[in-house]
């Protein structure tokens, strides 16, 4: 079974730094995709960026980016630039790849990221 | 466009009784899914639909069940509420079941079980 861990439950960061969060995943597929997906107060789930496997070329989405290091299954998630309305929970969902058959999400636990001003 | 809609916001249950959780949407998706949201543990997938008539388990579909006869409509219902169902509860939707449709999450429903 795939698991996704996050080993971060809170950070902090400044107004206009930058952030990473972990995301560290256990699978045996060789085909999958990755997700960062964000929740503010609202409770709105909001996708940031995804990955797919199979691409070694990190994903970036504005001011959001990946490092995707597959031997490692890891999959980080780095904001630049950081603004008071990232402030939210993030989360980090890998899918397998079952020949597109399925949209089923394996979420971590979460990472609530608070940007200071 | 209204996207995901999720009714009610909020519930309070007694133990033992059943309840429907309503989730809409109007943006001609085949997929619906259901998740639960647990502090400590993410979310988890309950069930889910690739097309109206069609609906299969996800991981944790114990206490719920679903139906789709509509392709806009998705319900969850619980038969005899559990304080294990204490949760948040999320409907998502994507244009179809492949990977390259994003997920459309509704805003939740925080349900209390007592």
């Known amino acids: 079974a795939q698991t996704v861990t996050q080993s971060q439950p809170e950070m902090s960061v400044q107004e206009a730094e930058t952030v990473t969060l972990s995301c560290t995943y256990d699978?045996?597929?060789?085909?999958?995709?990755l997700f960062w997906y964000k929740q503010p107060p609202s409770r709105q789930m909001i996708l940031v960026i995804r990955?797919?496997?199979?691409?070694?070329q990190n994903a970036t989405e504005n001011r959001f980016s990946v490092n995707f290091q597959k031997a490692a299954k890891s999959f980080s998630l780095k904001i630049s630039d950081s603004q008071l309305g990232d402030t939210a929970m993030y989360f980090c969902?890998?899918?397998?790849?079952?020949?597109?058959?399925?949209?089923?999400?394996?979420f971590g636990t979460g990472t609530l990221l608070a940007v200071q001003p | 466009n209204a996207g995901v809609t999720q009714t009610p916001k909020f519930q309070v249950l007694k133990t033992g009784q059943s309840m429907t959780l309503q989730c809409a949407q109007d943006?001609?998706?085949?997929?619906m899914s259901w998740y639960r949201q647990d502090p400590g543990m993410g979310l988890r997938l309950i069930h889910y639909?690739?097309?109206?008539?069609?609906?299969d388990q996800g991981e944790v579909p114990n206490g719920y069940n679903v139906s789709r006869s509509t392709t806009e409509d998705f319900p969850l219902r619980l038969l005899s509420a559990a304080p294990s169902q204490t949760s948040v509860y999320f409907c998502?939707?994507?244009?179809?079941?492949?990977?390259?449709?994003?997920?459309?999450f509704g805003n939740g429903t925080r349900l209390t079980v007592t």
């Open positions: 699978t045996s597929e060789n085909n999958y995709y």
């Open positions: 639909s690739v097309g109206a008539g069609i609906t």
């Open positions: 990955q797919e496997a199979y691409k070694q």
């Open positions: 998502a939707s994507s244009y179809d079941r492949k990977v390259n449709s994003p997920l459309h």
């Open positions: 969902a890998f899918m397998k790849h079952v020949g597109g058959a399925t949209n089923k999400l394996i």
């Open positions: 943006m001609n998706h085949e997929y």
